[in-house]
């Protein structure tokens, strides 16, 4: 048996999370239930959008690491790297948090 959360539950108490430490947080795309990758997308009050994955590490850990961030002056290529990344692999969940300090949110997740 895999000790892995489930991807559904993960979301959800991703969610719960946000919401606990004064943030907001919606599903932007839902993906396979149980096994679905998961990523974050992290505001600052509606701007600054990153994109936090999990990357396996060689001690067996899997962070969420930043990946993307936005581009100001050209704020349209985050969204359609995001539809890219669905399109690849519609298994994808994608949620976003609204909230300050998101790094300090992404070190509470468990790793």
């Excluded at 992290?42 to 850990?61: I, K, S, V, Y």
């Excluded at 969420?64 to 690849?88: N, V």
């Amino acid at each position: 048996m895999s000790e892995r959360l489930p991807a559904h539950l993960e979301v959800a108490s991703l969610r719960r999370l946000a919401e606990a430490n004064g943030g907001q947080a919606m599903v932007l795309a839902r993906g396979e239930r149980d096994a679905g990758t998961v990523l974050v997308v992290t505001l600052d009050r509606g701007a600054d959008a990153r994109l936090f994955e999990r990357m396996p590490q060689l001690d067996g850990t899997r962070p969420f690491i930043a990946t993307k961030s936005q581009d100001a002056e050209k704020p349209e290529e985050f969204d359609e790297y995001l539809d890219r990344r669905r399109r690849q692999d519609p298994d994808i969940w994608i949620l976003e948090v609204d909230i300050a300090d998101a790094e300090r949110f992404i070190a509470l997740l468990p790793r």
